[in-house]
């Protein structure tokens, strides 16, 4: 049997209380996941999603920068607001409109405002050091730009580039340098965009010379110190490359000196070609090896056919030092050549080379010292150990030890 029901004033509340509810309830939802629906936009910053309006608006504007989205994005900013004033996009949406109609006293202000909410908007801080450094203000700018990569790490991929191209100037280094240190999060990509992107190595290896203390350490710091040594000494900065070098972490003043490839015992480390640097090639090459007598010595091989360097390493000798080494064993082909060059590379003879004799011939005597004079007057050299593999089925190879870079007065 069908009963009529009877709607009573208490029914009739009931129903259009659930019915606001169920309403309020969507809303609510609704701005939980960012979906934007303007009927709801009165209610308030809880039941409207304003992230997603603004988050259109700046794409708008990006994408258009006409007038038109200029304005729609600062009515949308001026609406945010109304209702939810706490919102430092919706002033960056209004100073981004007032930028691009060229009212930039107004634009800067907005910003401004918009920073004093809040400094962890990534949109604000970018734009405020920006305009910073348009105007000259370069620790302003840096101090922005530091902020935004802190709250926005994925922002430091457009950021990054332009603090690296601050490098290149002396009054930007002079900047720069409060941040050059171990606990600054973004350091190592600022070094890995300035080693890799700026046109030349030298203004970086300045900056770090400039701080007068070793240079910063860190996990994977030698991905930039190794292509900042290679860099500077295949450019030419040979100055630079000598005397930044025992700055770096993990460098001893004492590999300026030290032929061997040891230090007290112990493998001399650091960052080629202040160590010794060996090619990765099958036409010629070298190895440190254990040698008869105690020490470390090089096995040095050239392949038949081939001409070349098989090792490089660059010194610097002091006054009247000499080279010295012996030959412990040989195996040599039918005009092959096994030779020592030093090159000068700073001092009052740039450019002048001395070679030894050929460690094949047999003048040279086996376990005998032999001995080569450094280019006079020179800071830093170059030494090459020249390999050509001659005629024959197997490489030409010799072994050499005892190696010493010292005063020649020291000769045995």
């Known amino acids: 049997m069908n009963r009529k029901i009877k709607l009573t004033p208490s029914l009739f509340c009931g129903l259009v209380l659930g019915l606001f509810l169920s309403v309020v309830a969507f809303s609510q939802a609704a701005a939980s996941i960012g979906l934007a629906i303007d009927s709801f936009r009165p209610m308030g910053g809880s039941f409207f999603s304003w992230r997603a309006g603004?988050?259109?608006?700046?794409?708008?504007?990006?994408?258009n920068g006409s007038r038109n989205s200029s304005a729609s994005a600062e009515r949308f900013g001026r609406s945010v607001l109304e209702h939810a004033p706490l919102t430092p996009r919706s002033l960056w949406l209004i100073g981004k409109s007032m930028e691009l109609r060229g009212e930039m006293p107004q634009a800067r202000r907005a910003m401004l405002q918009a920073e004093r909410i809040s400094r962890r908007d990534g949109a604000v801080q970018l734009w405020l050091g920006a305009d910073r450094l348009r105007n000259g203000e370069i620790a302003s700018g840096l101090r922005h730009y530091d902020l935004l990569i802190r709250s926005d790490v994925e922002a430091a991929n457009s950021v990054i580039p332009r603090m690296a191209l601050i490098i290149a100037s002396p009054?930007?280094?002079?900047?720069?340098?409060?941040?050059?240190?171990?606990?600054?999060?973004?350091?190592?990509?600022?070094?890995?965009?300035?080693?890799?992107?700026?046109?030349?190595?030298?203004?970086?290896?300045?900056?770090?010379?400039?701080?007068?203390?070793?240079?910063?350490?860190?996990?994977?710091?030698?991905?930039?110190?190794?292509?900042?040594m290679n860099r500077l000494v295949s450019e030419g900065s040979y100055s630079l490359a000598l005397r930044l070098y025992p700055l770096l972490p993990g460098t001893s003043s004492e590999s300026l000196r030290n032929v061997s490839g040891t230090i007290k015992g112990e493998l001399d480390t650091g960052y080629p070609p202040f160590i010794w640097n060996f090619p990765d090639s099958n036409a010629q090459g070298a190895e440190f090896v254990s040698v008869e007598g105690g020490g470390t010595g090089l096995d040095v091989f050239g392949a038949?056919?081939?001409?070349?360097?098989?090792?490089?390493?660059?010194?610097?000798?002091?006054?009247?030092?000499?080279?010295?080494?012996?030959?412990?064993?040989?195996?040599?082909?039918?005009?092959?050549?096994?030779?020592w060059s030093a090159t000068c590379l700073i001092g009052s003879s740039v450019g002048k080379k001395v070679e030894s004799a050929n460690?094949?011939?047999?003048?040279?005597?086996?376990?005998?010292?032999?001995?080569?004079?450094?280019?006079?007057?020179?800071?830093?050299?170059?030494?090459?150990?020249?390999?050509?593999?001659?005629?024959?089925?197997?490489?030409?190879?010799?072994?050499?030890?005892?190696?010493?870079?010292?005063?020649?007065?020291?000769?045995?």
């Open 54 to 63: 603004q988050s259109k608006e700046a794409v708008a504007l990006f994408s």
């Open 304 to 339: 038949p056919g081939t001409v070349g360097v098989a090792g490089t390493k660059l010194i610097a000798p002091r006054a009247n030092d000499v080279l010295f080494w012996s030959v412990k064993d040989r195996a040599g082909n039918l005009e092959g050549s096994a030779t």
């Open 171 to 228: 009054e930007g280094r002079r900047y720069l340098a409060p941040y050059i240190r171990e606990t600054n999060p973004w350091l190592l990509n600022l070094f890995q965009v300035a080693v890799t992107d700026l046109p030349r190595a030298a203004p970086l290896a300045q900056l770090l010379i400039d701080r007068r203390k070793k240079a910063p350490n860190g996990p994977n710091i030698e991905q930039v110190y190794n292509p900042l």
């Open 359 to 412: 460690m094949f011939d047999a003048n040279a005597p086996l376990n005998r010292t032999l001995k080569m004079s450094m280019p006079s007057g020179c800071q830093l050299v170059r030494l090459d150990l020249n390999v050509a593999g001659g005629i024959g089925r197997d490489p030409a190879s010799v072994i050499i030890g005892d190696l010493d870079l010292r005063p020649n007065a020291k000769a045995n």
